[in-house]
């Protein structure tokens, strides 16, 4: 049996947005994992998520292109620490594919600065869990968390 770890939760640093849906497990799931479904929605609009690479294993390369409607590309490049499909999908931004540390943890935006996300669908509900573990308390403070009220990049 392999025991999973769940870090305490730090007020001054975290945020956890939960949102519970009616849709299958498989659905979200696939949303979350498939490039040409993760980017219509990944970023709140006037913002747009132009471009997206998925490699579906541990070690392997999330990355996302975001682009501001002044046409302005902010790249965010991370990878996927653990998978379990329909059930759990963790990456970071802390650590590049190959899990080899990121060389700028520090991001052009505050809310990509999480260490860990947590991707969670709970058995007996449809529940989107996310959780933003952030490394520098003034970040989940800052007006850059206004975008994600519920529906908006859920």
Known sequence: MTAQIYPQLDPKLDLVLERIIDVPRELVWKVWTTPEHLKP???????KTIDCEIDLRPGGIFRT???????????NLG????????????????LQPGF??????????????QLLRWKL???????????????????KNTKTWVFMKAGESL
């Open 41 to 47: 929605w990944f970023c709140p609009s006037p913002w």
């Open 79 to 94: 990878c996927y620490l653990e998978i379990i499909p329909n059930e759990r999908l963790v990456w970071t931004d802390a």
């Open 100 to 113: 080899r540390p990121s060389p700028d943890p520090n991001h052009p935006f505050g809310f990509l600065l």
């Open 65 to 75: 292109t975001m682009q501001s409607p002044e046409g302005e590309n902010f790249p």
């Open 121 to 139: 669908m709970e058995p007996e509900q449809n529940i989107e869990r996310l959780r933003f573990m952030e490394m520098k308390p003034t970040v």
